[in-house]
C-alpha cells in the first residue's frame, strides 16, 4: 500500500498553466503554472487528501483505471505516482519519545559499542513493517 497510482486531469486555465482535479477524490485539487509545477503539486495534494483519510480511518477510494475516466476537451489525464511511506517521512518525521526495556547485559554491551539506540530501533522498526 506504499505506492499508489491515482488518475488526474490536467486541466488548461484560460490564465496559463494548469489546474488539476482527481476523479476518485473530489475534495483533492491543486494547480501549478506549468506541467511540472502541476504534478508537484498534484502529489502533494494527493498526499494531503490521502493521508487525511487514513488519519481519520477512513478507506483509502480505489483508483479508477485510467481508460475510464472521461477526458474533457482541453484537459490532459496524467497518472500520479504517489508513495505514502516517502510522504510521511518527509511531513511526519516529528520525534516521538519511547520508553522501552532491555536487559542490563545487552544494554551494557550496547553501550560499550557506542551504538545508537534510536537509530537501531527505528531501523529495526522500519525493516519489520516493510519499509524502506
Not at 496559463?16 to 503539486?41: K, L, S, V
Amino acid at each position: 500500500m506504499n505506492r499508489l497510482f491515482y488518475p488526474a486531469l490536467f486541466h488548461e486555465a484560460e490564465e496559463g498553466g494548469f489546474w488539476i482535479t482527481f476523479p476518485d477524490i473530489p475534495e483533492c485539487m491543486t494547480q501549478g503554472e506549468d506541467m511540472y509545477q502541476a504534478y508537484e503539486m498534484a502529489v502533494e495534494a494527493l498526499g494531503l487528501a490521502l493521508t487525511g483519510r487514513v488519519e481519520e480511518q477512513k478507506e483509502l477510494p480505489a483508483a479508477s483505471s485510467p481508460q475510464d475516466v472521461c477526458i474533457d476537451s482541453g484537459s490532459i489525464l496524467v497518472v500520479v505516482e504517489f508513495d505514502m511511506a516517502e510522504y510521511r517521512r518527509k511531513h511526519c518525521s516529528r520525534a516521538v519519545k519511547k520508553t522501552l526495556s532491555i536487559p542490563e547485559w545487552l544494554n551494557e554491551m550496547a553501550m560499550r559499542q557506542n551504538i545508537n539506540f534510536s537509530q537501531v530501533l527505528q531501523e529495526a522498526l522500519m525493516e519489520k513493517i516493510g519499509v524502506k
